[in-house]
């Protein structure tokens, strides 16, 4: 059983699956262990939200709450939509004799991360599973990529790698 890390998790390879693991846990655990200070603003984003809500609940500004709470869910609602849409949080578990290729797309440090698209057959068509990996600015991010591709290799799976545009 092979496995490496993903950004909120691992991905594991066993004899006759693929499995993705996920969780905000994991995703934590993945920036201890590759950037401290990365989760350190993490986690301050989140603790300066949480205190001004409660100071504007604090000060009765009901309405102003309630605009920001609304439009806290729209974006959560529409990210996770486009993350679906995109074949991001689908098929956490494919059958490996059902993966055609996997093409390994190389990120920019600071705009995209790198990410592997796993092609295979479902329902007489193929999907597509988009596995995001860990951040270049990690301290491991790049060892993880190449380990994903070699990891696929080692399976029998073709791996093209492209540029961070798809090129």
């Given at each position: 059983m092979a496995?490496f890390?993903?950004?909120?998790?691992?991905?594991?390879?066993?004899?006759?699956?693929?499995?993705?693991?996920?969780?905000?846990?994991?995703?934590?655990?993945?920036?201890?262990?590759?950037?401290?200070?990365?989760?350190?603003?993490?986690?301050?984003?989140?603790?300066?939200?949480?205190?001004?809500?409660?100071?504007?609940?604090?000060?009765?500004?009901?309405?102003?709450?309630?605009?920001?709470?609304?439009?806290?869910?729209?974006?959560?609602?529409?990210?996770?939509?486009?993350?679906?849409?995109?074949?991001?949080?689908?098929?956490?578990?494919?059958?490996?004799?059902?993966?055609?290729?996997?093409?390994?797309?190389?990120?920019?440090?600071?705009?995209?991360?790198?990410?592997l698209?796993?092609?295979?057959?479902?329902?007489?068509g193929?999907?597509?599973?988009?596995?995001?990996?860990?951040?270049?600015?990690?301290?491991?991010?790049?060892?993880?990529?190449?380990?994903?591709?070699?990891?696929?290799?080692?399976?029998?799976?073709?791996?093209?790698?492209?540029?961070?545009?798809?090129?």
């Open positions: 496995s890390r993903t950004k909120r998790g691992r991905c594991v390879l066993t004899d006759d699956e693929l499995r993705v693991e996920s969780g905000l846990y994991l995703q934590a655990k993945r920036y201890w262990e590759g950037n401290r200070p990365l989760l350190a603003v993490y986690l301050g984003l989140y603790a300066a939200l949480l205190v001004a809500s409660a100071r504007v609940a604090s000060s009765g500004e009901w309405r102003a709450l309630v605009v920001g709470a609304i439009a806290v869910v729209t974006l959560l609602v529409a990210g996770r939509a486009a993350n679906r849409r995109r074949g991001v949080g689908s098929a956490d578990r494919i059958p490996l004799y059902d993966v055609e290729s996997v093409t390994a797309v190389a990120g920019d440090d600071w705009l995209t991360r790198p990410r698209v796993v092609r295979y057959w479902r329902d007489g193929v999907k597509r599973r988009r596995v995001m990996m860990p951040s270049g600015l990690l301290s491991y991010g790049e060892s993880e990529f190449e380990r994903a591709k070699r990891t696929f290799r080692e399976r029998g799976i073709p791996v093209e790698t492209v540029g961070p545009h798809g090129r």
